[in-house]
């Protein structure tokens, strides 16, 4: 009987393990476990094999896992969590014969072509273009961004770190803007107004502007006020939108992402009703003697659950993905 493989999505808060049948990208016994409850990484992987009822004979051999955190060399340091790690040790103390380590965003870029249709929701026109490179970009708790490109052989991450590109005002209201940002952070990168404490400050940007108090304190309360018509937190949502657009369209020239443009992580999803009345695509598509390039390029929201966990079944045995 062939044994599965281990993969796993692990963030600051939470780590999401699953199976996988090797050469195959369908997770499967996903479960979800919160890091503070464990020391290490060994132990909650560990328990996560023991609620299967895995016996030591018949563990996982192989294992890839995307972490939250930069990936380099044999030591890996969680940003947000307490958990730190040798990569050699942790493959002795699982037993695994093969145990790769990637980049959470690496993770989405990787899972991004096992999407399928019914998990993609089209914002504006535009047509790929087959055998180029995709554009993989995400506001959560940062602004993640990556590319793919479909090699001869295996799908090729681009990795990036395209969230900390200096943010370039538009219009007189993202000048006014802007003041706001530089006065709390000193330089402005994109992710520090495309992420959910930019979104609150965004928010209390616009507030600052008009001259009034702030009313909410939280990127949640925010959305849930300009769904219920608030008329600051209707222009801040739609700005963010707005940059959004921007920036995506910036990434998408800067790689040739003719083959279009990926919406992922937690905050998109919420905003579905505001896309496509929004200033997204003609901000997207507003690149002066470029604007027919972008016009013609597709942009998705990713409303999968897993698309980390298919990366990580995808990066198992890619020969691009050491």
């Not at 005002?169 to 402005?188: A, H, K, M, S, W």
Request: aromatic content about 8%.
């Amino acid at each position: 009987m062939t044994r599965p493989a281990l993969i796993g999505d692990i963030g600051g808060t939470n780590a999401r393990f699953a199976l996988v049948t090797p050469d195959t990208f369908a997770p499967y016994d996903i479960q979800t476990l919160p890091c503070a409850d464990y020391p290490s990484l060994v132990e909650a992987v560990q328990d996560y094999l023991n609620r299967l009822g895995f016996g030591e004979d018949a563990t996982p051999r192989e294992a890839c896992l995307a972490f939250a955190c930069p990936i380099d060399g044999d030591r890996i340091t969680m940003t947000n969590n307490h958990w730190a790690f040798s990569r050699q040790r942790v493959q002795d103390a699982l037993g695994l014969e093969l145990f790769k380590v990637i980049n959470d965003f690496t993770a989405q870029a990787l899972g991004v072509p096992h999407i399928d249709e019914d998990n993609l929701v089209s914002v504006g026109e535009g047509h790929p273009v087959p055998h180029s490179a995709r554009l993989v970009i995400g506001p959560g708790t940062g602004l993640g961004v990556a590319g793919v490109f479909p090699g001869q052989h295996a799908w090729i991450p681009l990795p990036a770190e395209g969230g900390h590109v200096t943010f370039a005002p538009t219009d007189e209201r993202e000048q006014n803007l802007i003041r706001y940002f530089r006065t709390r952070y000193g330089r402005v990168s994109v992710e520090r107004i495309l992420c959910g404490q930019g979104l609150l400050d965004l928010y209390c940007a616009h507030a600052a502007l008009k001259g009034a108090n702030p009313k909410y304190a939280t990127p949640a309360e925010v959305t849930e006020a300009a769904a219920s018509g608030d008329a600051i937190a209707v222009d801040t949502v739609k700005r963010f939108l707005k940059i959004l657009g921007d920036v995506c369209g910036d990434a998408a020239l800067t790689i040739g992402a003719r083959g279009g443009v990926y919406l992922c992580g937690g905050i998109l999803p919420r905003l579905l009703d505001w896309l496509p009345t929004s200033r997204f695509r003609d901000a997207f598509a507003d690149k002066g003697r470029m604007s027919a390039y972008n016009a013609a390029i597709p942009t998705w929201v990713v409303t999968a659950p897993w698309t980390g966990l298919l990366g990580a079944a995808e990066a198992l045995h890619n020969e691009e993905v050491a």
